[in-house]
């Protein structure tokens, strides 16, 4: 089973802390890494875009990312069915410091959430925001033909 250190010894990227957080993001080949929910249900970081910290963290997280990109993430949420306590145990060591650091209280579902996330990779400083419909996420990247400046 490939870790996420394994992951990373792959990768030429660069983890840039994310200034005033605990967190960094993950950079590769000059394109950040950001984390989508790629199906209904509950969404990953839209179900918290009222909580701006914690909805960014989301998004970015490099821990969040190198796992879900692991060998590990796959053989372990890749069913989507039924998790093992191994998986299970994971899950929580993972993401309820995260809850518990932004004081917000880690629902039961969000596993079934966390199962269907993708890593996408955009240009660094490319500004852009998560859409979600039904708990779909997907990437909206501001491009300047379909705005207007007043």
Partial sequence: MQSTTDIANNFNFTEVPVENTSYSK????G???V???DNYGGGWSTEHSHIDILNK???FDSKIVLYVL??????FFGSRKKYSDEAIRKYHQLIEPIFQEHRCPLHPHKIDTFACLQVEFIPQDTLFRIKQ?????SVEILDHAKYIRA
């Fill in 57 to 59: 963290r989301m998004i």
């Fill in 35 to 37: 984390l989508v929910h």
């Fill in 133 to 137: 419909y039904d708990g779909m996420e």
């Fill in 31 to 33: 394109k950040v890494a």
């Fill in 26 to 29: 993950l950079v590769v080949d």
């Fill in 70 to 75: 692991s060998e590990e993430f796959k053989i």
